[in-house]
């Protein structure tokens, strides 16, 4: 390949990669104010505001949506609808989508799919590989319960270097006490002091 044309396919990928962040910006600016809307529990405009970007197979308006139908906010209660709208959510590789999927399978709160502990298990999979920390400590703590310490507390490391809170605290008192463990004062203080400090510490401030 020559030189120019080199330099030729770059500015081409570069005013390709330009053209594609202006498109994508009115569908962040509708996503923003939609869960602007959501949180102040304004579920009639977050629905019209995320419409579009459902009708143009946007995970994450996907999942928003979904939520809202199994959970009856803004619109009748619908959990068969909700499932379609989040398992489009999930095929798009939405790693929030699989975690409340795997909820659903968990809980059997859906008569349509059933309850399946190794489907939610899979989908907090899924979901902490692509980086959730929420469905890191919730796989972790299945795993826990299931006697699998060596799976489960490197999920609670990764959850709680990653900010989050509960798995730190969790971690820590598994330290401290030594719980199928070793105990690791150090290292459960360092956990503690992550989550914010020891229960009653928290509670104090």
Do not use: C
């Not at 919730?138 to 959850?159: G, S, V």
């Not at 989050?164 to 459960?188: F, N, P, R, S, Y």
């Amino acid at each position: 390949m020559s030189d120019a044309m080199g330099k030729m396919l770059k500015h081409s990928i570069v005013i390709a990669a330009a053209f594609a962040a202006v498109l994508a910006m009115p569908a962040q600016a509708d996503f923003d104010s939609g869960l602007a809307a959501y949180h102040k529990q304004d579920f009639a405009t977050a629905l019209k505001e995320w419409q579009p970007l459902v009708d143009q197979g946007n995970p994450r308006a996907l999942r928003n949506v979904g939520l809202m139908y199994l959970l009856g906010q803004g619109v009748k209660a619908n959990p068969d609808k909700a499932i379609e709208f989040l398992q489009k959510a999930v095929d798009g590789n939405d790693p929030e989508a699989m975690r409340i999927m795997a909820q659903v399978y968990i809980d059997g709160r859906v008569p349509k799919l059933g309850q399946s502990l190794p489907m939610g298990t899979e989908l907090l999979r899924r979901a902490s590989s692509l980086g959730d920390t929420e469905a890191q400590y919730q796989l972790a703590k299945l795993l826990y319960r299931a006697e699998n310490l060596q799976a489960a507390i490197p999920l609670l490391a990764t959850a709680a270097n990653n900010g989050h809170k509960a798995a730190a605290l969790t971690l820590a008192q598994i330290l401290e006490m030594g719980v199928g463990v070793k105990k690791d004062q150090a290292e459960a203080d360092k956990y503690y002091a992550m989550a914010g400090g020891k229960p009653k510490d928290i509670k104090q401030k």
